[in-house]
């Protein structure tokens, strides 16, 4: 459920235009550009529901391959850690740090492909 609309008479922003034509005062100056900050963090759950769905259906098919617990567990750490790393360092805007921090999960999702083709065949 989105909730942003809680924030619209409080702040007058406005995830849209069209929001802004259909919730804002007549003659309400608000700015009809859309909240940079909003659209970071629309950008931020946009890359994590980009990433985190292969990430959970790759480790679904790694545990079924009845893999070492210990690789496992690290895999699932590396991962969770490069995410909340990626996700940091995006509210931050650093570059190339971002790129960075993104290559974690990547490669963790590689070698967790990697590993369920080798344990399958």
Known sequence: ???HFLSIPIHQVYMTKED???FAPRGSKADPVIAERIELLRRILHNDMENIPIFVLLGFFYVVTNPS?????W???LFAFGRFLHTG???????PFRFMAFEIGYLVN??????????TF
């Open 1 to 3: 459920m989105n909730l």
């Open 20 to 22: 802004l034509r259909c």
């Open 69 to 73: 617990a210990f690789f496992a567990l």
């Open 75 to 77: 895999f699932f750490r």
């Open 89 to 95: 360092v995006y509210l931050m805007q650093v570059q």
């Open 110 to 119: 590689i070698l967790l492909a990697v590993q369920i083709l080798y344990s």
